[in-house]
């Protein structure tokens, strides 16, 4: 059973940009997991920060995308919605980020 998109973003309360943006991220986030442990055009002397890189990137870009929403629903006049947004995003963006 898969679900539709718009089912999926209610369900986990983001957009369909933040999904794209993580999706690209673990792509190449994969690919460099591959290249690291197989030790294939990568120098031996990189880091696994590096490799994890695009994965706070994609956090980084998650938060700003987040602030820029917050601020034009603020604008808008929908302080509830705004503040519940910004709140559940930036909690999700956390959680990720000590995960990592």
């Not at 718009?6 to 994969?30: A, D, Q, R």
């Not at 294939?40 to 994609?58: A, E, G, K």
Request: charged share 10%.
């Amino acid at each position: 059973m898969l679900f539709k998109q718009s089912e999926l973003l209610n369900w986990l309360g983001v957009s369909l940009f933040e999904i794209w943006i993580c999706l690209v991220s673990l792509t190449i986030f994969s690919v460099l997991v591959v290249l690291k442990i197989e030790d294939y055009l990568l120098p031996t002397t990189t880091t696994w920060f590096l490799i994890f890189s695009p994965l706070f990137i994609c956090d980084g870009l998650n938060a700003y995308f987040c602030i820029i929403v917050f601020i034009r629903q603020y604008l808008d006049g929908q302080f509830k919605s705004a503040l519940v947004r910004v709140l559940w995003s930036l909690f999700l963006i956390g959680l990720l980020f000590v995960f990592k």
